[in-house]
């Protein structure tokens, strides 16, 4: 189900204001890679990566 763009905008204002939303947002990812979880997987790295641009070096 694609999202709606009330929901991408929603989360892209929070990334935006929200160190600590973008890093739980990659760690749940993550998690859910390692815990086999793929699709799921990558539905939330997509959002990180399609709300924050990308990833940035720290």
Same mark, same amino acid.
């Not at 990659?26 to 997987?41: F, I, K, R």
């Given at each position: 189900?694609?999202?709606?763009?009330?929901?991408?905008?929603?989360?892209? =204002?929070?990334?935006?204001?929200?160190? =600590?939303?973008?890093?739980?947002?990659? &760690?749940?990812? %993550?998690?859910?890679?390692? *815990?086999?979880? %793929?699709? &799921? =997987?990558?539905? %939330?790295?997509?959002?990180?990566?399609? &709300?924050?641009?990308?990833?940035?070096? *720290?």
């Amino acid at each position: 189900m694609p999202l709606t763009r009330d929901f991408r905008e929603t989360i892209q =204002a929070r990334t935006e204001r929200d160190q =600590a939303f973008r890093q739980e947002l990659l &760690t749940e990812g %993550v998690e859910c890679l390692l *815990s086999g979880e %793929v699709e &799921t =997987a990558k539905a %939330v790295l997509r959002d990180f990566i399609n &709300t924050t641009g990308g990833f940035h070096q *720290s």
